[in-house]
C-alpha cells in the first residue's frame, strides 16, 4: 500500500511518544510506502484533492530499559512532488488542533479524494462535526453534568450549584486553558471573561470530578472498538492530567463501565466514519472524543508491550482488500 500522513512538518514530531510516528513505522515495517504532507501542502486542481509529498524512510525508535530511544537522525526524506492523493491507497489526517480556519480548509480540500479509491481516516466531515469537547454531549448517559454557555451569569448558577467545577475553552488540545472554577472564587468574573472573550464565544463547564486525583484514563478506539488504554496522572503542581502539562502516564485496565461508554459511543463514531479516535474517562465519566490526532500509542505500547500501530495499519489492509473485492 501507499499511505500518505498529514502531519505537522515532521522536524517538530517526538518520534518517542508521536502515534502519528508510530502508525507511520508500523506502516513501514509491514512492507508499505510512507509518504508526508502538510494541511497547508494542499490543493484542488480540476476538483480533486492534491498535495506536495515526500516520501519518508524511518529508523524505528528501539525500547531500552523501558524507554523509547530514536536514533538521530530518525527519518529521511525525498524530494517534494505533486501528486493527487486518490493515488494513495489511505490518507490520515493527523495535524495536531486547534481546529481553525486553516484546518476546516484543509478538511474541505480532502473532500475532493474519491473515496472509492482512497480510504479517508478520519473523515473530513466526521472532523468538522465533531469538536473534541461538544462531541460527547449526545452520550448523557456517558457524561458528566455539563453546560456549554457565555453567559456568565448561566455559568455563576451553575458553579454555585455544584460547587466546584472545571472550565474548558471549546477549540484547544492538550489541557490548554482549562481552568478549576470553583463557588465563591473572587476572580470568577475575570476568568469567564477571558475565557469567554467578554460573551462572545461559549465555554464548557463541567461538574469537577474528584477521580480526576486517580487519572484520567485515555482508551484509544478503532473502528469502534477499544484495543488499548493508559491512565495519565498530574504531576502534582497541576490539577490537569495531560501529558502536554507533565503529567505521567501508567499502566491500566478498561472496566466494565469503561467498556459500556465504548459501546455506547461506537456506532455513532463508525456513522460519521471516525476510525481511529482517543475518547477520555474520568471516574467512570466521558469527558473528551478526540478525533483530530489522538496520541497515546507509544506510552500504551511501551507500558504494555503491545503494538497497536501494527494493529491500525492491518486493520486498514484488511478494510481495503475487503472494499477491493467486492
Known sequence: ???????????????????????????????????????????????????IVQQVELVPVQLVEGRW???????????????????MDAV??????????????ATYILDYIDQDKTLVINSPSGIRGANEKMYALQFT???????????????????????????????????????FLQSGDRNFNSIVELSTLQGRI????????????????????????PIGALNRLSSGNDFRNNMATGGTVAQTEITPREYEICAQVSEKLRQDGLIFV????????????NVTSPTGIREIDRLNGTRLGDQVIKWVEQTLQTKNSK
Request: charged content about 20%; aromatic content about 8%.
Open 202 to 225: 461559549p465555554v464548557m463547564v463541567q461538574t469537577y470530578l474528584p477521580e480526576a486525583k486517580e487519572g484520567d484514563k485515555r482508551i484509544i478506539l478503532l473502528n469502534g472498538e
Open 1 to 51: 500500500m501507499k499511505l500518505a500522513f498529514i502531519i505537522d512538518p515532521i522536524h517538530q514530531l517526538d518520534p518517542c511518544h508521536d502515534t502519528s510516528v508510530a502508525l507511520m513505522e508500523a506502516a513501514q515495517t509491514l512492507g508499505h510506502e510512507i509518504w508526508v504532507t502538510q494541511a497547508n501542502w494542499l490543493s484542488v486542481v480540476e476538483s480533486k484533492a492534491w498535495a
Open 278 to 289: 482517543g475518547i477520555d474517562v474520568i471516574g467512570g465519566y466521558l469527558t473528551e472524543v
Open 141 to 179: 448517559k456517558a457524561i458528566p453534568e455539563t453546560i456549554v454557555s457565555a453567559d456568565k451569569q448561566f455559568i455563576r448558577q451553575f458553579v454555585e450549584a455544584k460547587g466546584a467545577t472545571i472550565l474548558k475553552p471549546l477549540g484547544n488540545k492538550a489541557g490548554e486553558g482549562i481552568l
Open 92 to 105: 490520515f489526517m493527523r495535524t495536531d488542533p486547534p481546529v481553525d480556519d486553516a484546518y476546516l480548509y
Open 69 to 87: 530511544i530514536a536514533a538521530n537522525p530518525w527519518y529521511k526524506l525525498s524530494d517534494r512532488s505533486l501528486i493527487p492523493l486518490e493515488t
